[in-house]
């Protein structure tokens, strides 16, 4: 019986030992040098002492290492959770005074540069060639693991300026694996075009199939996202057969007709999720790959990976929306009304989840935990958890799922989950540039509009330069707007929808 996710990498690079498990600009890693590195670095890091179960935090850029320390990580028996180095120096700080972790992994300029945000933690910086040198036999030391320990945690935003560190264990990746190779038969030796940055659940579940299916990840650096016609080329030269990525990129690729003349023979699978995927440029991936299968996939990170899935089957009209399909199986979908009542066929509803697929709750913060991951209202018989998206669905008669929206401030932009009142949280508590504000989303335009009061109209550079010592750029504003009061409701509380009808109306006219 399988109990963790790392123990399937001992029959992985024993049967493809001499096989490429990672390529990154042209140096191939077999899965035999990609194991002696994880154990050259696992003894690193348990040079301090036992890490089981312990969380240890990875700095590091996307590249062979990143790979490699994760599975050191996991080969320890601890937790990884990986952190972008591209965030602000504050940003980091929080991540790592919030979680606290037992140990940092990173290298030596990324320490130079983050040294305030590492004060009072262990630090380990890589510095030798783990690839050279003699090679060390792949071993893990997870024999009194359990399948409901942690095995990673991702951080996403957090209403408070503290972003939300969500725990995701070991059976709910073995379990969304089975599922994946039940549905979609993926072979062994899949080459991934692994675009997305490593502090996303796509990379997590890309280093699974590395891990379980002897699958080689081909990473592509970032800069691919800004030039697609470099991008598309990549995919023809490394012979690229499944992708999973959100559908901003897909989006400017079709805009640019980059896949007009292209031939990718090799490109059998594509999954998308974590926007909504416009149909327009949906339809120009389908009619230009009529052999290769898509399919939209749709769950919050508190969900492990995707909790439903839809393969489009067959051509859809562009006036219609790509449903977010069927419940995954061993996960099940409550469509909940306000009266917490299941709601009828048609009828929109919040979509809350059960199942193994669940994560485990946010790290240190048992509060906002229990505010989401809460008794299932139609069981009174014994415990049970489910979770609420705060997404807005309905079913239809065939059974689809179809998006609707958000009840609340969360968004989805770029592929980023955002919550907003951290944006408006941030700008009054802590940069206190304004008396109140309130961001929106227009969806529209699909850009963020900040709605603000203060004694005088202030600089956008200055929000962009406050702001960008706090957050991601994704994160900052696009439009600033002054109002001498922000609108109320009936309730006292900021009427966000009324600014959203403003927004959708104001950004048209300032381009």
């Known amino acids: 019986m399988r109990t963790t996710v790392i123990n399937q990498f001992d029959e992985t690079v024993r049967r493809y030992s001499e096989e490429i498990a990672i390529v990154e600009e042209g140096v191939k890693v077999t899965f035999l040098q990609l194991g002696s590195m994880a154990m050259k670095i696992k003894k690193e890091v348990l040079s301090k002492g036992t890490v089981k179960n312990k969380i240890i935090a990875v700095l590091l850029p996307k590249s062979k290492e990143i790979v490699a320390t994760d599975l050191a990580v996991l ?7 990986n952190i972008d180095c591209k965030l602000p120096q504050e940003r980091i700080k929080a991540i790592v005074e919030h979680v606290c972790p037992d140990r940092i992994v990173t290298n030596t300029e990324l320490f130079k540069k983050f ?6 933690c262990e630090v380990f910086c890589l510095g030798a060639d783990y690839l050279g040198g003699e090679l060390v036999v792949w071993k893990s030391e997870t024999d009194s693991l359990i399948d409901t320990d942690p095995f990673c945690i991702i951080n996403t935003s957090g209403s408070t300026g503290i972003p939300k560190a969500v725990v995701l264990n070991q059976r709910s990746f073995m379990d969304f694996i089975d599922w994946s190779d039940e549905v979609y038969q993926f072979g062994n030796r ?8 490593v502090y996303f ?6 280093l699974c199939l590395l891990l379980s299916r002897g699958a080689t990840m081909v990473l592509l650096d970032a800069r691919y ?5 470099e991008l598309i080329r990549k995919l023809q030269e490394e012979r690229i057969s499944f992708i999973f990525w959100v559908p901003t990129i897909m989006v400017n690729i079709a805009n640019a007709d980059l896949l007009n003349g292209v031939s990718l023979p090799e490109l059998k699978r594509v999954w998308f999720a974590g926007e909504v995927f416009p149909m327009k440029p949906f339809l120009y991936w389908y009619d230009h790959l009529k052999e290769t299968q898509f399919s939209n996939l749709y769950g919050p990170i508190e969900i492990t990976l995707d909790c439903t899935y839809y393969i489009v089957e067959k051509r859809l009209n562009e006036q219609e929306l790509l449903p977010i399909g069927y419940p995954c199986r061993n996960t099940d979908i409550l469509i909940l009304n306000d009266n917490d009542e299941r709601c009828k066929v048609m009828e929109k509803g919040e979509l809350c989840v059960r199942g193994s697929s669940l994560a485990m709750g946010y790290y240190n913060d048992l509060e906002r935990t229990q505010q989401v991951f809460v008794q299932n209202p139609l069981n ?3 415990p049970e958890l489910i979770y609420r998206t705060g997404d807005i669905v309905y079913q239809r008669e065939d059974g689809e799922i179809m998006f609707v929206g958000r009840k609340d401030s969360l968004i989805k932009h770029s592929g980023y989950r955002i919550e907003l009142t951290e944006i408006e949280h941030l700008l009054v508590n802590k940069c206190k540039l304004v008396k109140n504000c309130c961001a929106v989303y227009p969806k529209a335009k699909k850009e963020i509009v900040l709605y603000y009061e203060a004694a005088e109209e202030v600089e956008r550079a200055t929000f962009y330069r406050e702001l960008g010592k706090l957050v991601p750029k994704y994160m900052i504003p696009k439009y600033f707007i002054k109002r001498d009061t922000l609108p109320q409701n009936a309730n006292g509380k900021i009427n966000r929808l009324q600014l959203e009808e403003e927004a959708e109306k104001a950004v048209r006219r300032m381009g």
């Open 115 to 120: 040294s305030e945000a590492f004060q009072g």
């Open 201 to 206: 659940d796509i990379y997590v579940f890309e």
């Open 225 to 229: 996202s800004t030039f697609p016609v």
């Open 380 to 382: 009174k018989s014994y």
């Open 190 to 197: 899949e080459r991934l075009g692994c675009l997305t940055p």
């Open 75 to 81: 080969a320890a028996g601890a937790v990884f959770m």
